[in-house]
């Protein structure tokens, strides 16, 4: 099992940036696909980006793709989310997840609490 906890959401204007991080509990962190994944108000929960165990297999949403880079550091259990080029439309909470495959059509079991990440036009 694993406890996951995210940092760095905030308020930031549009074209800016933002690094999110999550921290995970427990020693099978490399154990674990990590992902990250947001809800919008109104919205469903939809897919960010997630990566494989060692980082060797990433997807990225194509609402995302180019301005997002997801890291890890199995070292240090934690996962990174890195978003420039902000967009209104980027609003959202983020949750920071773990399941067993990098393919995010996959189940993720493990959720963290969420960090609000809100782009000001």
């Known amino acids: 099992q694993v406890q996951l906890v995210e940092s760095g959401g905030g308020l930031v204007q549009a074209g800016g940036s933002l690094r999110l991080s999550c921290e995970a509990s427990?020693?099978?962190?490399?154990?674990?696909?990590m992902g990250w994944f947001r809800q919008a108000p109104g919205k469903e929960r939809e897919f960010v980006a997630t990566?494989?165990?060692?980082?060797?297999?990433?997807y990225y949403a194509d609402s995302v793709k180019g301005r997002a880079t997801i890291s890890r550091d199995n070292a240090k259990n934690t996962v990174k989310l890195q978003m420039n080029s902000l967009k209104p439309e980027d609003t959202a909470v983020y949750y920071c997840?773990?399941?067993?495959?990098?393919?995010?059509?996959?189940?993720?079991?493990?959720w963290g609490q969420g960090t609000q990440v809100t782009v000001s036009s």
């Open positions: 997840a773990a399941g067993n495959y990098s393919d995010p059509r996959t189940p993720y079991n493990y």
């Open positions: 427990g020693r099978t962190f490399s154990s674990y696909a």
């Open positions: 990566l494989s165990r060692w980082g060797g297999n990433i």
